[in-house]
């Protein structure tokens, strides 16, 4: 499978010191029958969360320097298996210094970007944010330098204004003849968990008609409300087959770990707080070997 959604660069950047056993890892994990790609992502909340869950200081959090850093880290050790399909992605752009910053990330092998995060940033309002907080004026400009540039705008933790402000903006652009690419990379379908990082139909039909892709993910709070440990695959499985439904087929649907478990803190929570992680992405794929019933369109590079 393709995996929409995985923060595989802040992983790297927390484990700089420990290489050797993550390329070990990494080898069994990225594997024909396992997961075959993906969008890697680097991970970015306020400074306090990056200080408190991660372990990273204020004085470290530069984009540029740190997307350097993983990238570098990549390539000189050869981390990811050969013959997988992946770009980086940068989740949360709270800290891009300038529009034409983009240019570097693209430059580096970023073609994936959540603009905003669950908070407020200086571009617009996450899913955790006010109501009444939209795109802003820069982040109409951000969207328009990431369509130039030829940047997937993933929408997966917008809250619903910023949402459709920046699904406007898209409509707007692609009748202008633009090449936009959009997907929403690990959000569920809210007819049937209603938790705010979950999409509304009408959100999820948006994303349709703009030609993108939603990717459903196996974080157990996104696919049924309640105890955490009942949900099962099959109610994972019910937002595919609803989406799918939706959609009248499945060539816009993907799939998404959003594995957690490299968190250095909460261990606890975080280990049991996804339904498949990325050692074992298989266990939602009924036959490996030849395609899953839901396809999951791979992103063209
Ligand atoms: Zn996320």
Known sequence: MFDYHYDLLTEVYLNKNN??????????????????????????????????????QKQELNLKEMLFAVHKIIEENKLIPEGIKYVYGIEGLDYLEKIDDVE????????????????????????????????????????????????IIDLSHANEKTFFD???????????????????????????????????????????????????????????TGNIDEVTVGDFLKHIVYITNLF???????????????????????????????RDAKKVLPNTESKPPFCVKEISF
């Open 19 to 56: 290489i050797p056993k993550l390329k070990e890892y990494y080898s069994k994990v990225y594997t024909k029958d396992n997961i075959t790609g993906g969008i890697f992502n680097l991970f970015f909340m306020s400074e306090k969360e990056m200080e408190e869950e991660l372990g990273i």
């Open 104 to 151: 570097y990330l693209y430059k580096m092998g970023v073609r994936s970007t959540n603009i905003v995060w669950n908070n407020e940033n200086k571009f617009g309002g996450g899913s955790k944010a006010s109501k009444d907080t939209g795109l802003t004026v820069l982040g109409r400009k951000l969207v328009e330098k990431l369509v130039e540039t030829g940047i």
């Open 166 to 224: 920046i699904t406007d903006y898209l409509s707007y652009l692609k009748e202008k003849g633009k090449n936009i690419r959009v997907i929403a990379s690990h959000s569920n379908a809210k007819k049937i968990c209603d938790v705010p990082r979950n999409l509304t139909d009408e959100q999820l039909l948006t994303i349709k008609k703009l030609g993108g892709i939603v990717s459903v993910v196996g974080i157990k709070r996104f696919c049924k």
């Open 248 to 278: 009248g087929g499945t060539k816009q649907i993907g799939i998404a770990t959003d594995d957690m478990k490299y968190y250095p803190t909460n261990k606890e929570y975080y280990d049991k707080a996804n339904l498949f992680g990325i």
